[in-house]
């Protein structure tokens, strides 16, 4: 390991007489050409002593510089088979977090069209008895009243570690160029002058207030997920 030993100059021999000199600076008066002189040769000497000062502290600065560039790769080191792990690992989980929350997003699909058909045949039951009993107003009443099947929800399958704290942000791709430009047609003209290369921000913006919900033709909603650990 390198020596990361800096040596500071002390300050007391770089301060004397200063004392007397600053007092000289802060006290002369400056009404004529006797006195101007007197003051640019104290502002001489001040300018001496600050450079005195810089020069006297450039080694150590020199060497804080090389102690903060043996220091940083030395962490680079350090953290290189750190980073390769976790290089090889993240996308493999990141591809089971999206697989997982695609089947999960399916099955819950799947039991909400479930609920959905079972609420559907609930109210068509209770039309044929409205109906069956001669109060055919009433039948078309209920069919006429909207399905609302409850919401179904299927967590994907993901663990999560001690201390692991997940933080989703959210951002647009465009899948379709012609369908999302079709979809730009409809939109207010401000919409078409910042097109191009204007339209990712702008759609990201949306993701990100609008989440799942967003639904634009010819555009996706991408989740990706940061993760940290507390410890």
Same mark, same amino acid.
């Given at each position: 390991?390198?020596? +990361?030993t800096?040596?500071?100059p002390?300050?007391?021999?770089l301060?004397?007489?200063l004392v007397? +000199?600053?007092?000289?600076a ?5 009404t004529d050409r006797?006195?101007?002189g007197i003051?640019?040769?104290i502002?001489?000497? +001040?300018?001496? #002593?600050q450079?005195?000062?810089?020069a006297a502290?450039?080694?150590?600065k020199?060497?804080a510089?090389a102690t903060h560039k043996?220091?940083?790769? +030395?962490e ?11 290089a ?9 977090e999206?697989?997982?929350?695609r ?6 699909? =799947?039991?909400a069209?479930?609920?959905?058909a079972?609420?559907e045949?609930?109210q068509?039951e209770?039309?044929?008895a409205a ?6 107003q009433?039948?078309?009443?209920i069919l006429?009243?909207p ?12 663990a999560?570690?001690?201390g ?6 959210y ?9 999302f430009?079709?979809?730009l047609?409809?939109q ?5 002058s #910042?097109?191009?290369d204007?339209c990712l921000?702008l759609?990201n913006a949306?993701? #990100?207030?609008?989440?799942e919900?967003? =639904?634009?033709p010819?555009? =996706? ?6 993760r940290s650990f #507390?410890a």
């Amino acid at each position: 390991m390198p020596d +990361l030993t800096i040596a500071v100059p002390e300050t007391a021999p770089l301060h004397v007489g200063l004392v007397s +000199l600053a007092d000289g600076a802060r006290a002369i008066v400056i009404t004529d050409r006797e006195s101007h002189g007197i003051a640019v040769d104290i502002d001489r000497q +001040l300018v001496m #002593r600050q450079r005195a000062i810089v020069a006297a502290f450039e080694p150590a600065k020199k060497n804080a510089h090389a102690t903060h560039k043996a220091v940083c790769d +030395l962490e680079k080191k350090a953290l290189a088979p750190v980073e390769a792990a976790r290089a090889g690992l993240t996308p493999r989980i990141a591809e089971y977090e999206a697989e997982a929350r695609r089947k999960a997003e399916a099955e819950s699909n =799947r039991l909400a069209a479930i609920a959905r058909a079972a609420e559907e045949e609930r109210q068509i039951e209770e039309a044929i008895a409205a109906e069956a009993e001669g109060d055919t107003q009433a039948a078309e009443a209920i069919l006429d009243e909207p399905v609302n099947a409850p919401a179904v929800t299927v967590a994907p399958a993901v663990a999560k570690a001690e201390g692991q704290v997940d933080r989703r942000t959210y951002r647009a791709e465009i899948t379709d160029p012609v369908e999302f430009i079709s979809w730009l047609a409809t939109q207010p003209a401000g919409m078409h002058s #910042r097109a191009a290369d204007a339209c990712l921000p702008l759609l990201n913006a949306r993701a #990100r207030e609008q989440r799942e919900a967003m =639904r634009i033709p010819g555009v =996706r909603v991408v989740v990706e997920t940061s993760r940290s650990f #507390r410890a």
